[in-house]
């Protein structure tokens, strides 16, 4: 089984900054690209950020210059620091790590599936 869990969502003014984590654990062989992705209510879900497993990292128009992602791989981790918050970044963001399981590795699997966070609040207020 696999969990990813979040946390660092919450209630910020206009102009303000936030830190988003998320921890992937479980029966993990490999993690591969992990990234984060949001939802307004009424929106789909959009891609925010991703970040490889080389750390390359890419992000969606309306967050570069502001949002920044990074891991830490020793502690299967990623993280989105989010500066100059505006109300329109107020969405639940949604954690995702494409990874390959212990058991898809002992079956020969190499390509892994996409698992997902319960997802995190984020509200900025004007």
């Known amino acids: 089984q696999v969990q990813l869990v979040e946390s660092g969502g919450g209630l910020v003014q206009a102009g303000g900054s936030l830190r988003l984590s998320c921890t992937a654990s479980?029966?993990?062989?490999?993690?591969?690209?992990m990234g984060w992705y949001r939802q307004a209510p009424g929106n789909q879900r959009d891609l925010v950020a991703t970040?490889?497993?080389?750390?390359?990292?890419s992000y969606s128009d309306s967050e570069k210059g502001r949002f920044s992602i990074s891991r830490d791989h020793a502690k299967n981790t990623v993280y989105l620091q989010m500066n100059s918050l505006k109300p329109e970044d107020t969405a639940v963001y949604y954690c995702?790590?494409?990874?390959?399981?212990?058991?898809?590795?002992?079956?020969?699997?190499?390509?892994?599936?996409?698992?997902w966070g319960q997802g995190t609040q984020v509200t900025v207020s004007s």
């Open positions: 995702y790590a494409h990874l390959v399981t212990i058991a898809q590795a002992m079956s020969g699997a190499i390509v892994g599936h996409d698992y």
């Open positions: 479980g029966s993990i062989y490999r993690t591969n690209a």
């Open positions: 970040i490889t497993s080389g750390g390359s990292t």
